[in-house]
């Protein structure tokens, strides 16, 4: 098992193939926030120190750690592979619209998807549009099913033109209102420096995985407890995917209606421990 000033020196390699120094305090904290205790956060760090090497991948790391939680804490494995959870959505990118609007809609917005509003020159389907008061955002999302994806500049560039083409005709919608009109560029990986470095210039709000520092998707995931149905163990790649296709995205969706999962045919002894994985994502951090 490598030391600990060991560990400082070796590099590991991302699913872009970037390669960064390790660093065992970003891992003790992503086991932290999903509610490992401190004991098991020892144990894991001591057995990741064992298959260590230089340039080993991030998705090792990842599947290592996961596996020795999910023995320890169903409900703090579940929240640990969140990030994948959310990749899960796919293919569509419908079930991760739905999954935004549900994350505006827990801040009080009355939350609309798949909008055909007309701009000042051609029409635009809308991702999401969301309302509160005075305030009407407008989000555009970009789903990618492979974590290591990242949205570049290209991409605010075009949204940003096509919420200005919409903020020109918003007279239409809002007839005698002035209302204070917000542009979201929405993705579950990560954008290109240039992309965030335009977002701040034209206006255009991004969100991203770990981007804002304050108000991130993953901050925004934590707040609300809105934990996608594609976190859960007990539900086989099949069951999530019928679920999806029947727009059931979040899992408090099942733990308040649990005859939504009479469709999957379940046997009752798995049924019952899906719920109860499902319960355990909602208890408070050991």
Same mark, same amino acid.
């Given at each position: 098992?490598t030391t #600990?000033a060991?560990?400082?020196?070796?590099?590991v390699?991302?699913?872009?193939?970037?390669r960064?120094?390790?660093d065992?305090d970003?891992?003790?904290?992503?086991? %932290?926030?999903?509610?490992?205790g401190?004991?098991?956060?020892?144990v894991?760090?001591?057995?990741i120190?064992?298959?260590? *090497?230089d340039g080993i991948? !991030?998705?090792r790391i990842y599947?290592k750690?996961h596996?020795l939680?999910?023995?320890?804490?169903s409900?703090a494995?579940?929240? +640990?592979?969140?990030?994948?959870?959310?990749s899960? %959505?796919g293919?569509?990118? +419908?079930? #991760?619209?739905? +999954?935004?609007?549900?994350l505006?809609a *827990?801040?009080g917005?009355a !939350?609309r998807t798949?909008?055909l509003i007309e701009?000042?020159c051609?029409t635009?389907?809308v991702?999401?549009?969301a309302?509160?008061g005075?305030e009407? @955002?407008?989000v555009?999302?970009?789903?990618h099913?492979?974590?290591? !994806?990242?949205?570049?500049v290209k991409?605010p560039?075009y949204?940003?033109?096509?919420?200005?083409?919409?903020? /020109?005709?918003l007279?239409? *919608? *809002?007839?005698g209102r002035?209302?204070e009109?917000?542009?979201w560029?929405v993705t579950?990986t990560r954008?290109t420096?240039?992309?965030?470095a335009?977002?701040?210039?034209?206006?255009?709000?991004?969100i991203?995985?770990?981007?804002p520092?304050?108000?991130s998707l993953?901050? $925004? @995931?934590?707040?609300a407890?809105?934990h996608?149905?594609t976190c859960? /163990?007990n539900l086989t790649?099949?069951?999530?995917?019928e679920?999806?296709? $029947?727009?059931?995205?979040?899992v408090r969706?099942?733990?308040?209606?649990?005859?939504?999962?009479?469709?999957?045919h379940?046997?009752p002894p798995r049924?019952?421990?899906?719920l109860?994985?499902a319960?355990?994502? #909602?208890?408070?951090?050991?």
């Amino acid at each position: 098992m490598t030391t #600990f000033a060991q560990q400082r020196s070796l590099t590991v390699t991302k699913h872009s193939g970037e390669r960064v120094p390790y660093d065992p305090d970003s891992l003790r904290r992503s086991l %932290l926030r999903a509610g490992a205790g401190e004991e098991d956060v020892q144990v894991i760090l001591e057995e990741i120190g064992k298959i260590l *090497y230089d340039g080993i991948p !991030t998705s090792r790391i990842y599947k290592k750690a996961h596996a020795l939680l999910r023995a320890r804490s169903s409900g703090a494995s579940a929240r +640990y592979r969140l990030k994948q959870a959310i990749s899960e %959505l796919g293919p569509t990118g +419908y079930p #991760f619209e739905k +999954y935004v609007a549900g994350l505006l809609a *827990y801040q009080g917005y009355a !939350t609309r998807t798949g909008e055909l509003i007309e701009g000042r020159c051609v029409t635009h389907e809308v991702d999401v549009v969301a309302e509160k008061g005075d305030e009407v @955002i407008m989000v555009e999302c970009k789903f990618h099913s492979e974590q290591g !994806t990242k949205s570049d500049v290209k991409v605010p560039m075009y949204i940003r033109s096509r919420f200005e083409d919409i903020r /020109h005709n918003l007279s239409r *919608y *809002y007839p005698g209102r002035e209302v204070e009109f917000r542009g979201w560029l929405v993705t579950n990986t990560r954008f290109t420096e240039d992309a965030v470095a335009f977002g701040r210039c034209s206006g255009l709000h991004l969100i991203s995985w770990d981007y804002p520092s304050e108000g991130s998707l993953r901050q $925004r @995931i934590d707040l609300a407890g809105l934990h996608p149905v594609t976190c859960l /163990h007990n539900l086989t790649r099949k069951e999530k995917k019928e679920l999806l296709s $029947r727009e059931i995205v979040f899992v408090r969706e099942l733990l308040n209606d649990p005859s939504l999962l009479e469709p999957l045919h379940i046997p009752p002894p798995r049924t019952r421990r899906l719920l109860r994985e499902a319960e355990s994502l #909602f208890m408070p951090p050991s």
